[in-house]
């Protein structure tokens, strides 16, 4: 190696990393003295700036601590914004609400309509000008000057309502008001809240002023079932948006803020003073002078009388939202926005069942304690045939029959006897009704007493507590009453309820909740021998055009077996003794055989009765919105008798079907007192109406259309006695006319 490397090698490495080590060192050197330099050029320039003494603590220490709190405070609100920009995702958000449906009872005749037609067929500019200043005066001056939050406005009502102890003005611009009808919900939360600013800062970036104001105007609830100032103008007053004048505009504009206390054909006075009020402050915000509002003050508007119009308003309200959920599931492609629904609901029934609940809480709620009520008539297709969501859709839209979870007591017990019965029970099966313990609890009976050995018709009948709770128990065999609770929740599950269900030790008894239209959908298992249904309420979709786009009996859900047909039938015979002797004899109906099961809660927070026939599933509930106790109320009282006078309405022209394990009903026996009440009842009642067949119908139509050629054969021939022009027609009305003709039956 020596021999190879020339002598001075080793020289050279020591003197090429000495060069190195020195231009590193220089090189270092120099950037710091160069740096150093940069910085005092920087300092010596910055002391120009310099503020020290009184001057520092006053405004740059604050500025600097605001800015690093503002950074902070930047990065909260980007964490808070997310779940608000989550509901902007949805590349077609702006058509979330456009659908435009009218909707139809099962036998064609329009009951209403619900949704927004957004084809802009009105344009703003055809917007009468005083509407658009009544609603700007009223709902957001400063539309027009803000970023979508009008803080000066929210800041003035922060005060007023601190000063009145209470919320006395809203602080929310026209904006935020669209994006939280648009997107969000009406409940009262601060997340909503905070949700509403951020998409009314989203939807400033992305659509003009003079769009949002147009989109505002079509899309808010206006009371009585419509959306949007024209579906308003022609409710109230009968008349397009473009025609109203400057009284009527007053009143629209007055809706926005509360459509439900304000709605003039519950409320007129309230109409028309929360009228001059937007007068007052289209004064007060300079839009136009006293002198020009003085005309509408003297002469305030008048509104069309709706009030025999009985729409079923809680029952349109969850049928749209259905037909959005099947709109939903069309091809991205399809594009049609306006439908024609015909729906599953008989007004008869609706009408029954609004008439039945108002009724009993007109005569008996006070003393009860209860102030409301909702119910749910199913077929055993599944198709609601009536729904009452509350006692006045005016003071409430909330649908207790859809959207509240209340406990249904001992009405929960079918299930746990349908388990128990999949699992080698049988009717006459021997339980000891006696004490019994799960940890802590120790369930009780009604009448805190026990009943010793009995069977489980006996049990069911009697509404015991204690044996569904020991049944549990038995179920879970060596997994325990959790094990057994887990059996129970299972076939509920079948049945068809989609509620929550927690494990609790009290599931058996009813303690979890339920909503009423689940849970009378699910008592149509029994009387439909072991299927399931699913709850709809539309059972045809067609274009505006009268295409047929959609179907429930080809392209909905099927029914499914739940539970055997012969247990069905076995829990049918049990539950009917419940109706015939127990706890539900209110409910019985005259030769129509009948089965249920009444259900009331701890404090008599919630009362029952769900029960069924051949032809109809209905659960009645009773209660309060506020959880408060009613006065003693069980299942058996008002439910139970509202049931029956619901069940009576709905089997008018009806052919009464068998009710397997019961049979087809027997007749109640009646007293000559009773005999008499109803003798006098029904002169003084008026009967249902009848139903037609087809070629009763037909014959109506031939009527009719042979009276239409006799008036225009009188108008031809003035001279003519009319003896003579209407002889061919009478003549052709006794040959069309049956001679006589069976009692119609209508179909389910």
Known sequence: ????????FMQRIRNWFLDLDARLDSTLFSSAAGIRELWERFATFMDRFYVGHWKR?????????AATIGAGGL???????????????????LKKSDLAVTFLDRYGNPIGSRGIKHNDSIPLEDFPDNLIKATLATEDRRFYDHFGIDVAGTARALVTNAQAGGVRQGGSSITQQLAKNLFLSNERTLERKVNEAFLAIWLETRLTKNEILKLYLDRAYMGGGTFGADGAAHFYFNKSVRDVNHAEAAMLAGLFKAPTKFAPHINLPAARA???VVLDNLVDAGFMTEGQVFGARRNPASVVDRRDENSPNYYLDWAFDEVRKVVDTFPKSYTERVFVVRTAIDMNVQRAAEGAIENQLRQFGRDYHATQAATVVSDLDGGVRAM????????????????AYRQPGSSFK???????????FKPTSIVVDGPVCIGNWCPQNYGHSYSGSVTLTQAITRSINVVPVKLSITLGGKGGPKAGRAKIVEVARRFGLTAPLPDTPSLPIGADEVTVLEHAVAYVTFPNKGKAVKPHAVL???????????????????PRQAIPASVAADMAGMMSHVVSEGTARRAALDGIPTAGKTGTTNNYRDAWFVGYTGNFSCAVWYGNDDYSPTNRMTGGSLPAQTWHDIMVAAHQGVEVKELAGVGMGTKLPVSPAQANARATDDDAKPAPPPVLTRRGADILVRVEKMLDDAAKAMDAEPGKPVSSIGTSATE?????SPTSAPSPLRKN
């Not at 190696?1 to 001075?8: E, F, R, S």
């Not at 990065?75 to 958000?93: C, G, K, M, N, S």
């Not at 009452?388 to 959207?403: E, I, K, L, P």
């Open 1 to 8: 190696m020596p021999k190879i490397l020339p002598d001075n």
């Open 57 to 65: 603590w006053v405004f740059i220490e604050p500025l600097s601590e």
């Open 75 to 93: 990065l909260v609100l980007l964490a808070l914004a997310q779940p608000a920009f989550r509901e902007t995702t949805d590349e077609d958000w």
């Open 274 to 276: 929360r009228a001059n």
């Open 388 to 403: 009452v969501g509350g006692r006045d859709y005016g003071s409430s839209q909330f649908n207790r029959a859809v959207d």
């Open 414 to 424: 079918p299930y746990v006897y349908t388990t128990a019965l999949l699992n080698g």
């Open 540 to 558: 045809e979709i067609r274009t505006g055009a009268g295409d047929l786009v959609w179907r429930y009996d080809r392209d909905g859900p099927k």
């Open 732 to 736: 052709s009305l006794a040959s069309a």
